[in-house]
């Protein structure tokens, strides 16, 4: 049981890094994403927000979503802590 | 409020005066940090980590319930449900004037300041819902996991 489990991720693993011989190169300027989504946030992001750090822009609009459910992940991890191991004091 | 030093958790004095002088200045830095994300780098998660930080520091130099006398644990509950509840109320309210949801150019309808600039204090307002969240859920963490879900007493 245990050799079937080394090979699965074995398998999983070689397959996965296999997958990773069609990404684009490392900084590839012709890449899909610096094509057409990274360039326009440069030249759009302070027209459209007036917000000159252009990862704030992205974080907190264009990627707004993204950032709301990041905080719920926050909120789950505290709620979930604090079920498992808060407990009344004895009185 | 009672002083300080009566606390005897953190019996080293060296460590009391530091943590005393440096928790004011943490926590002004974490508020810059928060408000300044949109020119700088920060945020409401980095500026929230900081601030979250100064309180576990005192809970660290002078004991637990040293730290709950600046936050207390009912406080800390409702910034827990607030800074999410920000977030998700800036969204809804977006809606409720005619946008998408967290298309902050739709509160332009409710007070007008331009739809570009209620671009702008969108993200801050979100930031500081981020970093109401963050803040008080790492002193939630923190206050659960050190004394065992008691929150009275632990490191």
């Known amino acids: ?91 | 409020m009672r002083d300080i030093n009566e606390h005897t958790a953190g019996e080293d004095l060296i460590i009391k005066t530091s943590v005393r002088l440096m928790v004011p200045f943490i926590q002004v830095f974490g508020l810059y940090v928060i408000v300044h994300g949109h020119y700088s780098p920060g945020g409401g998660f980095q500026g929230g980590v900081i601030l979250g930080a100064s309180f576990i520091l005192l809970a660290l130099a002078f004991g637990m319930k040293a730290s709950q006398e600046y936050m207390t644990v009912s406080v800390n509950a409702v910034f827990n449900n607030l800074g999410p509840a920000i977030f998700v109320g800036v969204g809804v309210l977006c809606t409720l004037f005619g946008g998408l949801f967290l298309d902050y150019s739709a509160l332009d309808n409710l007070i007008p300041l331009g739809v570009v600039e209620w671009r702008s204090f969108g993200i801050f307002l979100v930031e500081v819902g981020v970093g109401v969240a963050v803040m008080s859920i790492m002193v939630l963490l923190y206050w659960n996991l050190s004394s065992g879900g008691a929150m009275d007493e632990g490191l």
């Open chain 1, 1 to 91: 049981m245990k050799n079937l489990a080394l090979l699965a991720t074995l398998v999983t693993g070689a397959l996965l890094l296999y997958g990773t011989k069609d990404f684009p190169a490392w900084g590839d300027p012709r890449d899909p994403a610096s094509t057409y989504l990274s360039p326009y946030y440069i030249e759009k992001a302070i027209e459209q927000t007036h917000v000159p750090n252009i990862v704030t822009a992205v974080l907190g609009d264009y990627r707004g979503y993204d950032t709301m459910f990041e905080t719920v992940v926050i909120y789950c991890a505290g709620m979930a802590v604090l079920s498992v191991l808060w407990r009344k004091k004895e009185e």
